[in-house]
């Protein structure tokens, strides 16, 4: 019973990252097939030091990624999970565009 809830919530909030990722023109990723994370990269056209944008986020925004550097991967990479509750991964996305927006400006 819990594991079939907690699949659900899974996918739903997979599909609400995935939602999210098909209208960015600044990120892209590999769409994960299992799991609740993903690693979304910042595309080369964007002028921005990622560990500004990570910094901002945490700082200001109080919402947290991990680097990809954490993971053996370059710093354009980061982490995001998808398992926590739909709310929080929406205002998390919602503010990762709001940090973007603000250090491209």
């Not at 819990?2 to 999210?20: D, H, P, T």
């Not at 056209?45 to 925004?61: Q, R």
């Amino acid at each position: 019973k819990f594991l079939g809830s907690a699949r659900s919530r899974i996918e739903r909030n997979r599909e609400l990252v995935a939602n999210w990722m098909s209208k960015q023109a600044d990120f892209e990723w590999i769409y994960p097939e299992a799991g609740v994370v993903s690693f979304p990269r910042i595309k080369k056209h964007v002028k921005v030091k990622p560990e500004k944008l990570y910094h901002l986020l945490a700082e200001k925004y109080r919402t947290f990624i991990v680097p990809g550097r954490c993971f053996e991967m370059d710093e354009s990479h980061f982490r995001i999970g998808f398992g926590a509750d739909a709310g929080e991964i929406e205002t998390g996305l919602s503010n990762l565009n709001r940090a973007l927006d603000e250090l491209s400006t």
